[in-house]
């Protein structure tokens, strides 16, 4: 089935620096990927729609400055958390939506937990 | 706009106990739904899915039937088991939300031996 690889799993970053986080459809294109934040015990909070070779499409609230979104090719994507601070800790997912015939789902890839100290 | 509503957690049962978790959702249209499974520290994978109305997902011996006439879709499982413990999110997807899934808050189970 269509897989998204999600790297880094985790990463600790010191307040001020950047972390990536990339994504991969490993077996499928994927012309959308979405980007997805997570706090402890609450659900997904859509952040942005990622579409290839264009601009992303931010949620209201989302500071797009911050969160940096690239989706240079059709099998990658990333998100680059700026200038991190501790209140950017957090679990962050994506997901691509997986076209097939007459019905669709969705793939999300494995998290990547954030920590900001 | 869409939304959908999810009976709060946690649920905590014993092994081989009955499971309903309850999810309602507003849409204009005929949306997709889904059922999504997160495990600890991990994404979430497709539990199962129903794209039209009376349509019945299931996976895994759980089910859930897409009921317009009372926007429903619970998901349900005759007999849980300790593997079963992680968080359930009921979502959906609609022509108007451009692809995005729409999540509900998540219901946790706990599943006891």
């Known amino acids: 089935g269509a897989v998204v690889s999600q790297h880094p799993s985790r990463v600790i970053c010191k307040s001020g620096t950047s972390v990536k986080i990339e994504c991969r459809s490993l077996?499928?294109?994927?012309?959308?990927m979405f980007w997805y934040r997570q706090f402890p015990k609450q659900s997904l909070m859509l952040m942005a729609t990622?579409?290839?070779?264009?601009?992303?499409?931010?949620e209201q609230g989302v500071e797009k400055d911050k969160f940096l979104i690239n989706h240079a090719s059709l099998t990658l994507s990333t998100l680059t958390v700026t200038s991190a601070h501790p209140e950017d800790s957090s679990f962050y997912i994506c997901s691509a939506r997986v076209r097939g015939g007459a019905s669709y789902g969705y793939t999300f890839g494995s998290g990547t937990r954030l920590t900001v100290v | 706009g869409d939304s959908v509503t999810q009976m709060e957690g946690p649920v905590t049962l014993s092994e081989e106990a009955c499971l309903t978790i309850n999810c309602t959702y507003t849409a204009t249209g005929y949306p997709s739904l889904f059922w999504y499974v997160q495990y600890p520290g991990e994404g979430l994978q497709l539990l199962l899915k129903?794209?039209?109305?009376?349509d019945k997902g299931s996976n895994k011996g759980f089910e859930a039937t897409y009921r317009k006439e009372t926007t429903s879709f619970h998901l349900e499982k005759g007999s849980v088991q300790v593997s079963d413990s992680a968080v359930y999110f009921c979502?959906?997807?609609?022509?108007?939300?451009?692809?995005?899934?729409?999540f509900g808050q998540g219901t946790e189970l706990s599943v006891k031996p």
């Open positions: 979502a959906l997807s609609g022509d108007n939300q451009g692809g995005k899934l729409i």
């Open positions: 129903a794209t039209k109305a009376d």
């Open positions: 990622s579409n290839e070779g264009s601009k992303a499409t931010y």
């Open positions: 077996d499928f294109q994927a012309t959308t």
